[in-house]
């Protein structure tokens, strides 16, 4: 066998890295979470609720004051002088 027979796709490993580097990540804060919850919670589902949601940022005050909203909450309910978007 020669050298010549081995080709890397260095793209491939790049995408295999990252992508064991992110559940490496997820893993890790999910541990984290669970011994947090561990003993600050008092049932199941509340351990179960703060170890799903451990890969959740919290907001900032700049995410939750100022500026106007782009979007509605329900497009399908717009104000009565506007008409929804596909719709006549």
């Known amino acids: 066998m020669d050298g ?25 804060t999910e541990n984290q979470a669970k011994l947090r919850a561990a003993t600050h919670t008092h049932s199941y589902q509340e351990f ?7 890969h959740l940022k919290p907001l900032e005050k700049k ?3 100022g500026g106007a909203r782009q979007q509605p909450w329900n497009p399908l309910v717009a104000p009565s002088n506007t008409q929804p978007a596909g719709r006549p």
């Not at 081995?6 to 995408?15: G, Q």
């Not at 179960?48 to 451990?54: E, G, Y």
Request: glycine share 0%; aromatic share 2%.
């Open 4 to 28: 010549s027979d081995h080709v890397i796709d260095f793209r491939a490993l790049e995408r295999e890295l990252q992508a064991a580097l992110r559940s490496d990540r997820r893993t890790h």
């Open 48 to 54: 179960r609720d703060i170890v799903l949601s451990c």
């Open 63 to 65: 995410d939750k004051e």
